[in-house]
């Protein structure tokens, strides 16, 4: 995925991949997003998107759920085998377990159809914010150490990497936005609508489901007892 920063002049537009089967849905999200600038990709099945996504240089996804071929759920498993480009997935019922799917096959966020051109919009860039992120050149003199430490967990704030026993994890940008603010305050509970608010960038109430399960997807990344859950509260980063 190529790096760019949304809002600023760059050399091409932010390249957006749409896997809808239903072709007035999927031309209505082709001709909204193009009007805001971007370019856009379509494709009418989950395989013809798979080979989409291989053939082309795109800056974030928005998958259906409901596709003939391969579904989305299982279309946004294959991609994340390959990539961390950020996925949005669309769902026509909004049913709870097609969002629980979604999410745990890797997708950073949904919508529900019909699609408001605006809420696509707002998480479309909100995903790119999230995928461009970069800290500062270095930290401020009164702060520690950029390369923190948890146990054998390594969090490099200015390189943004991440080891595990010395073994490099491989995190999407949301999954690694999302350790960023653990490790920014260790021990310290967090609720999940200040987290929903930080790293979803959500400036109304969103849907909780999101952290939970970007939770879990971590934790089986960077070990299952490193994040405790506070019941009632939020989470915790584990100090040792």
């Known amino acids: 995925m190529r790096a760019r920063t949304e809002g600023l002049q760059t050399a091409e537009p932010v390249g957006v991949l749409v896997v809808e089967d239903d072709a007035t849905i999927r031309r209505a999200v082709q001709l909204a997003l193009e009007r805001y600038g ?15 996504f291989r053939a082309g240089a795109h800056d974030l996804l928005i998958l259906d759920v409901m596709l003939p071929e391969l579904d989305g759920i299982g279309l946004c498993r294959r991609i994340r085998e390959e990539s961390s480009v950020p996925v949005l997935m669309m769902s026509a019922r909004g049913d709870a377990l097609d969002v629980v799917a979604g999410l745990e096959a890797g ?33 401020p003199p009164e702060a520690p150490d950029h390369v923190l430490a948890f146990g054998d967990l390594t969090v490099d704030t200015l390189g943004m990497e991440v080891r595990r026993a010395g073994e490099t994890v491989s995190l999407t940008p949301t999954e690694l936005r999302l350790l960023l603010e653990f490790a920014a305050a260790p021990g310290s ?32 990344k960077i070990g299952s007892g490193r994040i405790e859950t506070v019941r009632g509260f939020g989470y915790k980063l584990v100090r040792g």
């Open 38 to 52: 971007y370019r856009v990709d379509v494709a009418a099945d989950g395989l013809s998107g798979l080979e989409a």
């Open 189 to 220: 509970v967090l609720d999940r609508r200040r987290l929903l608010r930080d790293v979803w960038d959500y400036g109304w109430e969103g849907d909780t489901r999101v952290v939970d399960l970007c939770v879990l997807r971590l934790r089986k």
């Open 107 to 139: 997708a950073d966020d949904y919508v529900i159809k019909p699609v408001d051109t605006a809420v696509m919009v707002a998480r479309i860039r909100a995903l790119l914010r999230r995928a461009t992120f970069r800290p500062a050149a270095s930290p």
